[in-house]
């Protein structure tokens, strides 16, 4: 490969950020002044070729030293990588939270999202907006769910600089956010993890039984609450028993498409193709999820537990965990688990003295749903376009480098915990025969008490939203979010499982439950849906790009008709809808229309 | 004529295409087979040239057992498998995406794409006179070629050609995300300013038109383009030993264009700046 640079130089500050996380450059061909050796040698090659997947971490640091990417800054990173310029461009551009076009140091996200939107998001954005005024040195965005749903209206503000420095507003107000805005250090702190849990303490819990119970930073205070008791039993049962045991326990992945998590494991394991990778999808996107960030802020130790057992299991000795951006404070806690759980030996060569290695990486995502897709997130980990894969080969076969990779998110991994200290028979009891064990729900929306819930699979919607506490008349549910489904006031009795929702024609998705009351504009509730797609798409297969502008189109011409004035566009987003979930290449672009599909069908909007 | 290499020997597999009982050779894909059947079917990303990228969707056939349409160009055909072509489901998907593009970008120098239009009855028309379109000035920076993002269907393949799978420039890439994705170089700048080296390998496997030849582009504009009354001559190329073959488009007694056959051994298209631009010389009368 014969790369051209282009002469554009970085400017100090540029330089810093890269070469803090790369360390200084070596060679004039990297990007350090020339000495007498670079005449005859030159480094880089394979070798820098093989750090490639340090772009998207370059990236990273250049955003938020400077709070945007420039053609100087770019073009060193390349140079350090030995990545074309154009390929980073065209990665720098595919991510929401980096800009390739000057923009202030400061970002303030408002969401503006299904949940934020029902809580007035818009009067938010509005009142911000004028009191900031248009010389502050902020640039307020509207932005995708940040996942802050059971606090909403939420933002989340990003100051540029050394180190970076980000506070979360939520509830937001004017004035809060302003401030979190203006002097993200003295904005108030967020309030802990277990806020989100309406159910904490109580001891019936599984998975959430620790947020709120234990100190996130203290490994001691996890060990004494039950952590790594599963590994110690996993280290017993050896790697193939710890694969009977969760193949035993029923486990199905939890990210939607309950894949029974043992047969995964199992394949990935008898890959004789090495190394095999574990990868952790902490990258929920999905517009009213939250329970990856609560667990990850509340109980961190329990994931990076899980992970480990993940890997020895089936092989691995490296795991990357994918964070999404938006969670500034799941990356800390993570963060500091991971180096604790190093510098006291449950990470690293030797784990509890069993000879066994495994070590985690934390990779930051940079604002794109698609990355949630499992082989984007590959391609978006080893620095591409987070653009989804076509399949086969699966993962468990080809996944991340092209190596076999188990890739589970944390709500799945974290449920071996239990499955291993408890074993599989009193796990397999939990819940129904088709769906078992404990299962998270992120309710939010028109209720009083939001929150993460965790309750067995088999109880139905409406003791769910006894729970939480329905607020106003309800006038629909949003099931699984985006990507699920509409359910009505009338079908509360619908059993919380895989096979029951499958029966209702509906889905339990990632568990997302968005309740709306008869005062929240349902045609604008399926145009933000729609919105939401159309930006999310990565533009690379064509019934997606364009089906979901094309969508979005209908949506805002019907969004003041009904009857027969709709039913033209009605069809024609029925058939759209149908070649996009037929015919596009991943989970995104087929399941974009099934909310408003369930809202025509089930809710009878624009009838 | 060129030989094309026999290459190791491999197992035939068989399966059922539409019914009938199909046998091909391990390692094909649905389309291959489709092909060798006698059956049509409509692509646009597919390349002779380049691994299959599956992004146009208008392939896409049924799978027996398989919960979404897939892509016949690059799925492998698998013994047992059970494939229908022409379904409601299959010519239903065929017919939106190609309505999909038909509506978003400029499809009249795409080859056989009218006929296919006509024979699934898209009406790219029906998404009404708002429907988002990609209209944009061609991009003329440089003498030698054209990009015209208004004809662009994103197919991947001149990001191919130009990157790991021919030429390892690595000029273009796919910047920006959703309908708002386009092909550019670094910066998106100008081509004079980027890494491009002027091969033309990228207008050679572009299905469009959307990357053209200075030369055709500037006879298309001045209405002299005349395909039909355009001869082809291949020849070996002068400038150096490989013995790359050249194809010379000739009108009027003038090269207007230069490509090269893609089922040449050596090359599979692909030339270098010299061979695909430099023929000026020829024509130099003085």
């Known amino acids: 490969m014969d790369l051209r640079f282009g002469d554009s130089r970085p400017t100090d500050e540029e330089r810093a950020a890269v070469d803090a996380l790369l360390g200084p450059p070596e060679s004039s061909w990297e990007g350090a002044d020339r000495s007498d050796a670079d005449l005859r040698w030159a480094r880089g090659g394979r070798a ?66 299904l949940a934020c939107a029902a809580a007035g998001a818009d009067g938010l954005c509005a009142g911000i907006e004028s009191r900031l005024g248009l010389s502050s040195g902020v640039s307020v965005e509207r932005s995708p769910c940040l996942g802050l749903c059971e606090r909403a209206p939420a933002a989340l503000a990003v100051k540029a600089g050394d180190p970076v420095r980000t506070a979360v507003s939520a509830p937001a107000t004017v004035d809060d956010a302003v401030l979190a805005a203006r002097a993200p250090d003295s904005a108030p702190q967020e309030p802990p993890a277990a806020w989100a849990v309406p159910q904490a303490g109580d001891p019936a819990l599984t998975l959430l039984r620790r947020v709120g119970v234990v100190d996130p930073a203290g490994l001691d205070d996890y060990r004494a609450n039950g952590g790594y008791t599963a590994l110690r039993r996993a280290f017993e049962l050896g790697p193939a028993g710890v694969i009977r045991e969760v193949t035993d326990a029923g486990l199905v992945g939890r990210g939607g498409a309950a894949f029974p998590t043992g047969r995964k494991w199992q394949a990935t394991a008898s890959q004789p193709d090495h190394p095999h990778y574990v990868v952790c999808n902490a990258d929920e996107s999905e517009p ?13 130790y329990a994931l990076v537990e899980a992970m480990t057992i993940a890997a020895y299991a089936t092989g691995a000795h490296r795991g990357y965990l994918y964070l999404r951006g938006e969670y500034p404070r799941a990356v800390r806690r993570m963060r500091h688990a991971v180096t604790q759980a190093r510098a006291r030996g449950l990470l690293g060569d030797d784990i509890l003295g069993q000879g066994y290695a495994f070590d985690i990486e934390i990779r930051r995502g940079a604002g794109a749903y698609v990355c949630g897709e499992e082989t984007a997130l590959f391609n978006s980990i080893e620095g591409y376009r987070g653009e989804p894969r076509s399949k086969p080969p699966f993962p468990v076969e080809k996944g991340l480098f092209g190596k076999p990779t188990v890739e589970n998110n944390v709500e799945t991994l974290v449920n071996v915990v239990p499955i291993l200290t408890m074993g599989a028979p009193a796990y397999a009891a939990i819940g129904t025969g088709g769906s078992t064990g404990p299962k998270l729900f992120c309710v939010s929306g028109s209720v009083h008490r939001p929150g993460v819930y965790e309750l067995p699979f088999g109880a139905t919607l409406g003791e769910l939203l006894e729970l939480a506490g329905v607020r106003g008349r309800l006038r629909a549910v949003l099931l699984g979010g985006a990507a699920g489904g509409f359910v009505r006031p009338d079908e509360l009795d619908i059993p919380l499982t895989f096979e029951g929702t499958r029966e209702a024609g509906t889905t339990l998705g990632s568990g997302v439950v968005m309740a709306f009351d008869d005062t929240v504009p349902l045609p604008r509730l399926l145009l933000r849906i729609a919105e939401f797609f159309r930006d999310e798409s990565c533009g690379q297969c064509v019934p997606c790009r364009v089906g979901t502008v094309r969508q979005e189109e209908a949506l805002h011409r019907i969004v003041d008709r009904t009857g027969a004035a709709a039913a033209e566009d009605v069809a024609l987003l029925r058939e759209v809808g149908r070649a996009m979930r037929d015919a596009s290449i991943c989970g995104l672009g087929q399941t974009a229309w099934n909310a408003v599909e369930s809202a025509i069908d089930r809710l009878g909007a624009y009838e | 004529m060129t030989v094309t290499p026999l290459g190791i020997p491999r197992r035939l597999l068989e399966f059922t295409i539409d019914g009938e009982a199909a046998r091909v050779p391990e390692g094909s894909t649905i389309l291959d087979a489709c092909r060798a059947a006698g059956k049509e079917i409509p692509t646009l990303c597919e390349g002779d040239t380049l691994a299959p990228k599956n992004a146009c969707r208008v392939c896409v056939v049924e799978v027996e057992g398989a919960r979404t349409l897939v892509p016949a160009c690059s799925r492998r055909a698998e013994p047992g498998m059970e494939v229908r072509t022409g379904t409601e489901r299959a010519r239903h998907s065929r017919k939106i995406v190609l309505e999909l593009l038909a509506s978003s970008v400029d499809l009249s120098t795409t080859p056989r794409v009218a006929g296919w239009l006509k024979e699934y009855e898209a009406k790219p028309d029906r998404f009404g006179p708002d429907a988002a379109r990609l209209e944009e000035e061609p991009r003329i920076d440089n003498e030698l070629y054209v990009r015209d993002y208004g004809k662009c269907v994103l197919c991947y393949k001149c990001v191919d050609a130009c990157g790991d799978q021919w030429q390892n420039t690595f000029a273009i890439s796919v910047v920006g995300r959703g309908f708002d994705a386009r092909i550019a170089v670094e910066h998106d700048g100008p081509l004079t300013e980027s890494a491009c080296v002027y091969c033309g390998n990228c207008i050679e496997v572009c ?80």
């Not at chain 2, 469009?208 to 030849?213: C, P, Q, R, Y």
Request: aromatic share 8%; charged share 20%.
């Open chain 2, 207 to 286: 299905p469009t038109g959307a990357l053209s030849f200075k030369s055709e582009f500037d006879m298309r504009a001045a209405g002299t383009w005349d395909e039909s009354a355009q001869s082809e001559t291949t020849t070996v190329c002068a400038y150096c030993g490989v013995g790359c073959n050249l194809t010379l488009h000739v009108q009027d007694n003038e090269i207007v264009k230069v490509t090269s056959p893609h089922d040449n051994p050596v090359t599979h298209g692909n030339l270098c700046i010299k061979g695909r631009f430099g023929y000026q010389h020829v024509q130099n009368r003085g």
């Open chain 1, 48 to 113: 820098a070729r093989d750090r490639r997947d340090l772009l998207l971490p370059g990236l990273h640091a250049i955003n938020d030293r400077v709070g945007w990417i420039g053609e100087g800054a770019l073009d060193y990173l390349c140079r350090r990588l030995t990545v074309p310029p154009a390929e980073a461009y065209g990665v720098a551009t595919f991510y929401a939270m980096f800009s390739v076009r000057p923009r202030p140091a400061t970002l303030l996200h408002v969401c503006t999202d």
């Open chain 1, 288 to 300: 009213g999820t939250f329970k990856d960030r609560v667990l990850m802020e509340g109980d961190p």
